[in-house]
Nanobody, 119 residues
Framework: EVQLVESGGTLVQPGGSLRLSCAASGFTFDDYAMAWVRQAPGKGLEWVSD????????YYAQSMKDRFTISRENAKNMLYLQMSSLKSEDTAVYYC????????????WGQGTQVTVSS
């Protein structure tokens, strides 16, 4: 039922910028908080950012503050992650997730999109 489809991942040079998108369907999008979670090669899952149902509250992991911006466009059922000043350490598969924001619990996630930061 729930579908989350990420897009926008590609090869980008260090210091570059990239915007990831997530198209949501199968649920009432603006009833839920959303998040981005990533997994770097050989590493575990890392919480990147999340956003409340109306965009009124956002959270960022310390390493992403001042570089990444999460946003949503509820009328289009879209979630975004604008990434700037990218580092090689940002190389990962990025997943869009529907969450319970009170406990940061993932209830659904997509297939992910690969971001590779390399020169």
């Amino acid at each position: 039922e729930v579908q989350l489809v990420e897009s926008g991942g590609t090869l980008v040079q260090p210091g570059g910028s990239l915007r990831l998108s997530c198209a949501a369907s199968g649920f009432t999008f603006d009833d839920y908080a959303m998040a981005w979670v990533r997994q770097a090669p050989g590493k575990g899952l890392e919480w990147v950012s999340d956003i409340s149902w109306n965009g009124g509250y956002t959270y960022y992991a310390q390493s992403m503050k001042d570089r990444f911006t999460i946003s949503r466009e509820n009328a289009k059922n879209m979630l975004y992650l604008q990434m700037s000043s990218l580092k090689s350490e940002d190389t990962a598969v990025y997943y869009c997730a529907k969450i319970r924001d009170d406990i940061k619990y993932v209830t659904s996630w997509g297939q992910g999109t690969q971001v590779t930061v390399s020169s």
